[in-house]
């Protein structure tokens, strides 16, 4: 069974960085894509970046290229978000997804497995 537990996330100042953390298990790094998604209240679930099989490719949604470098480690079985310049627009619960799929995509639907989230709020 595939679980996903994620955490990290928290209370922090404009200009602040986190870094969220997403423990596998039930799944290899070496068959899944992973992804980081995003729902702000009121809007739909957006994705933030996803990392192919092997970590071989990154994609990154626009709003966050450049800031939220995506990265995993094979022996601990997790997965990362740095967060960092964040800003009021970043505040979401932050969700991890797999699919077992080669290629890395930020669609929604094309995930079947999802952690039970972590709450980021960015505020003064």
């Not at 949604?61 to 627009?89: C, E, H, W």
Request: aromatic residues 12%.
């Amino acid at each position: 069974e595939v679980q996903l537990v994620e955490s990290g996330g928290g209370l922090v100042q404009p200009g602040g960085s986190l870094r969220l953390s997403c423990t596998a298990s039930g799944l290899s790094f070496d068959d899944y894509a992973m992804g980081w998604f995003r729902q702000a209240p009121g809007k739909e679930r957006e994705g933030v970046s996803c990392i192919s099989r092997l970590g071989s490719r990154t994609e990154y949604a626009d709003s966050v290229k450049g800031r939220f470098p995506i990265s995993q480690d094979n022996d601990k079985d997790t997965l990362y978000l740095q967060m960092n310049s964040l800003n009021p627009d970043d505040t979401a619960m932050y969700y991890c997804a797999a699919a077992r799929f080669y290629r890395c995509e930020l669609d929604v639907s094309r995930y079947p497995y999802w952690g039970q989230g972590t709450q980021v709020t960015v505020s003064s």
